[in-house]
């Protein structure tokens, strides 16, 4: 309580500061923010994910088909498999072993098979431009690397494929394949930036041995390849990695 000798406290205008005077509020000249529809939302989030699958399916994963029974047992026909695009971009070559998905080259693409799938062709065509699915149009081939640029290759019947004069273990060939009875072709030489491809299954492979009247000689340049194939996706029960398995002879 203030006594009658002491002066009131005063601000700068000379009013009383002791007592309360309101608090003004500042309001915000753009006003409040009105919340977007919910379909903006929606299609941004839409968007974000097809620019991401867009992303994914140019650098680092993408799904292909298995158009025939040529990489059984390891890739039975219809399989669905994951490729590994990221890779190559850094440089990274093919290595002995691999499964590989590549264009075919000149001379290659009667061999394919035609195309079947019980999804509408409009669902496809969507699925493949992310990356979901294999696109009908593309001509893909995978089979495994069995030799790389400088390598000599022995494929004579009667015995085992060799490599530079060794012998390979070959575990992941079909149990009723022979490595090379039904189709030898002697001795080769890789150029270098090419490849010498085959498949697991054999005798019903239409690989480099079988187009060595082709243009390339068999061969498969190595800027064909798209990328190494990592897992197997779908069917789900089929679910598993493909490691390089070790063909060296024991």
């Known amino acids: 309580m203030r006594t009658e000798e002491e002066p009131a406290a005063t601000d700068r205008e000379g009013r009383d500061a002791t007592r309360r005077w309101p608090r003004r509020t500042r309001t915000s000249s753009r006003g409040s923010r009105k919340k977007r529809p919910w379909w903006h939302e929606t299609l941004m989030l839409a968007g974000v994910a097809l620019v991401l699958a867009l992303l994914v399916k140019t650098f680092l994963i993408q799904a292909f088909s298995i158009p025939s029974g040529s990489m059984e047992n390891t890739l039975q026909k219809d399989d669905r498999v994951l490729v590994d695009k990221l890779t190559p971009w850094f440089g990274a070559k093919p290595h002995r072993g691999e499964?590989?998905?590549?264009?075919?080259?000149d001379g290659w693409s009667e061999e394919l098979p035609e195309q079947s799938s019980t999804v509408p062709q409009g669902v496809q065509k969507a699925l493949s431009f992310i990356g979901l699915m294999p696109s009908a149009e593309e001509k893909h081939l995978i089979k495994r690397v069995i030799g790389v640029g400088g390598d000599t290759i022995t494929c004579t019947a009667g015995e085992p494929v060799k490599v530079n004069g060794t012998p390979l273990n070959e575990p992941y060939l079909h149990p009723d394949a022979t490595p090379c009875d039904d189709a030898p072709v002697g001795t080769v030489k890789v150029p270098e930036g090419q490849l010498w491809v085959m498949g697991d299954h054999r005798n019903d492979s239409a690989d480099s041995r079988a187009h060595r009247n082709a243009?390339?000689?068999?061969?498969?340049?190595?800027?064909?390849?798209?990328?190494?194939?990592?897992?197997?996706?779908?069917?789900?029960?089929?679910?598993?990695?493909?490691?390089?398995?070790?063909?060296?002879?024991?």
């Open 99 to 105: 499964v590989v998905v590549f264009s075919a080259p």
């Open 215 to 250: 243009p390339g000689q068999g061969f498969v340049p190595v800027k064909n390849v798209i990328g190494r194939a990592v897992a197997i996706a779908w069917p789900l029960s089929r679910w598993d990695t493909l490691p390089v398995p070790d063909t060296s002879r024991r």
